[in-house]
T-cell receptor
Framework: QQPVQSPQAVILREGEDAVINCSSSKALYSVHWYRQKHGEAPVFLMILLKGGEQKGHEKISASFNEKKQQSSLYLTASQLSYSGTYFCGTAEKAAGNKLTFGGGTRVLVKP | NAGVMQNPRHLVRRRGQEARLRCSPMKGHSHVYWYRQLPEEGLKFMVYLQKENIIDESGMPKERFSAEFPKEGPSILRIQQVVRGDSAAYFC??????????????FGQGTRLTVV
C-alpha cells in the first residue's frame, strides 16, 4: 500500500526550513528518500533502517519512527537547489524487496 | 562505473505497435526494478527481477506487459499493442543487494513513451 506524504506542496524562501512527512499503514523495514527534478531521474538522498534513526545529507536530514511507521524529512536553511519533488519509498516487512513510493511533495525554493 | 543506462530516452509509438524499453543495471547489480510515472504523479512499482527470475510482478498489468532480465544483456520491459494510456515515463532502478538490507536503489534517466 502506498505511503502518504504531506504536505503535497510547499513554497519556501531561501534560508527557510520545511518538514515533509511520510506515513505508512504497514510495518516498515526501511524508508528511502529521493529527490526528483523536472524531467530527470530520482536521486537518492538517504536510507533509514532502524527505528529512531536519523541521518543527514548536507542540510537535509531525516528521522524514522518505526513504531509509528512514520518518517520525516527536514530541509534546513533551504537553498535554491533544494527545489524539486521529494518522494519517500518504503520497504514493507511483509512485501518483499521493493520500494513503494508516496505521491511526492513538490518543493519550490524562491530567492 | 557507469550509472543505470536506459534506452531509448524517448520513444514514440502508434497505437497497436510494440514498445521495447531497455535497462542496463550498474555493474555488479543483479536486482532490477521497473517503475511507471505518469505526468505530475508518483512512481508506481511494476516489477522486480533478479537475473533470469521475476521475483515480484504485482504491479504489472495482466495483459500486454512483460519483463525479462536474461543472463546476458539488459533487462527488457515489453509492451504489446500499446494504447494511449501507456504514455508515461518508465524508470528502471538497480541495486547490488535486496532492498531489505542497507542498500540504495539507483535510478536510470527513464524512457518517455508517447503513444500517438
Amino acid at each position: 500500500q502506498q505511503p502518504v506524504q504531506s504536505p503535497q506542496a510547499v513554497i519556501l524562501r531561501e534560508g527557510e526550513d520545511a518538514v515533509i512527512n511520510c506515513s505508512s499503514s504497514k510495518a516498515l523495514y526501511s524508508v528511502h528518500w529521493y529527490r526528483q527534478k523536472h524531467g530527470e531521474a530520482p536521486v537518492f538522498l538517504m536510507i533509514l533502517l532502524k527505528g529512531g534513526e536519523q541521518k543527514g545529507h548536507e542540510k537535509i536530514s531525516a528521522s524514522f519512527n518505526e513504531k509509528k511507521q512514520q518518517s520525516s524529512l527536514y530541509l534546513t536553511a533551504s537553498q535554491l537547489s533544494y527545489s524539486g519533488t521529494y518522494f519517500c519509498g518504503t520497504a514493507e516487512k511483509a512485501a518483499g524487496n521493493k520500494l513503494t513510493f508516496g505521491g511526492g511533495t513538490r518543493v519550490l525554493v524562491k530567492p | 562505473n557507469a550509472g543505470v543506462m536506459q534506452n531509448p530516452r524517448h520513444l514514440v509509438r502508434r497505437r497497436g505497435q510494440e514498445a521495447r524499453l531497455r535497462c542496463s543495471p550498474m555493474k555488479g547489480h543483479s536486482h532490477v526494478y521497473w517503475y511507471r510515472q505518469l505526468p505530475e504523479e508518483g512512481l508506481k512499482f511494476m516489477v522486480y527481477l533478479q537475473k533470469e527470475n521475476i521475483i515480484d510482478e504485482s504491479g504489472m498489468p495482466k495483459e500486454r506487459f512483460s519483463a525479462e532480465f536474461p543472463k546476458e544483456g539488459p533487462s527488457i520491459l515489453r509492451i504489446q499493442q500499446v494504447v494511449r494510456g501507456d504514455s508515461a515515463a518508465y524508470f528502471c532502478a538497480s541495486s547490488p543487494y535486496p532492498l531489505d538490507t542497507n542498500t540504495e536503489a539507483f535510478f536510470g534517466q527513464g524512457t518517455r513513451l508517447t503513444v500517438v
